[in-house]
Nanobody, 124 residues
Framework: QVQLVESGGGLVQAGDSLRLSCAAS????????MGWFRQAQGKEREFVGG????????NYADSAKGRFTISRDNGKATVYLQMNSLKPEDTAVYYC?????????????????WGQGTQVTVSL
C-alpha cells in the first residue's frame, strides 16, 4: 500500500497562489489514481479534484474549476495541486489520497491510502 506525505500548505492572502505536493512511496506510484480532498473546521471532508492513474484526465469540484490544477510527475512519484486565486473559503486541511488503477473518483471511499494532511489558511 502506498504511503503519502503532503507538503506546501501555509498562510496566504486572498488572491494568492499556493502549490501543494503529495509525495508517494511504497508502491508502483504510476498505477494509482490520485485525489485531493479538503476538510474545513467543523465541516465534512470534500472532494477537490482527481487525476487518473494514467494521468490523461482530471476532474474537479465546482469550487475548484478554473482555479485549481492537478498534475503528476510519476518520475518523482509526486502529485501536485496548484491553487490560484485563493479565497478565504478555501481554508482547510488538504489531503491527498491514492486509488489503485482508479479514475480520480470524487468518492472518498474509493481511496485506500491517505496522507496526514497539510493546512491551508487564506486570510482576507
Amino acid at each position: 500500500q502506498v504511503q503519502l506525505v503532503e507538503s506546501g500548505g501555509g498562510l496566504v492572502q486572498a488572491g494568492d497562489s499556493l502549490r501543494l505536493s503529495c509525495a508517494a512511496s511504497g508502491g508502483i506510484v504510476s498505477s494509482y489514481a490520485m485525489g485531493w480532498f479538503r476538510q474545513a473546521q467543523g465541516k465534512e471532508r470534500e472532494f477537490v479534484g482527481g487525476i487518473t492513474w494514467v494521468g490523461d484526465s482530471t476532474n474537479y469540484a465546482d469550487s475548484a474549476k478554473g482555479r485549481f490544477t492537478i498534475s503528476r510527475d510519476n518520475g518523482k512519484a509526486t502529485v501536485y495541486l496548484q491553487m490560484n486565486s485563493l479565497k478565504p473559503e478555501d481554508t482547510a486541511v488538504y489531503y491527498c489520497a491514492a486509488e489503485h488503477y482508479g479514475s480520480g473518483s470524487r468518492y472518498a471511499s474509493r481511496y485506500a491510502s491517505w496522507g496526514q494532511g497539510t493546512q491551508v489558511t487564506v486570510s482576507l
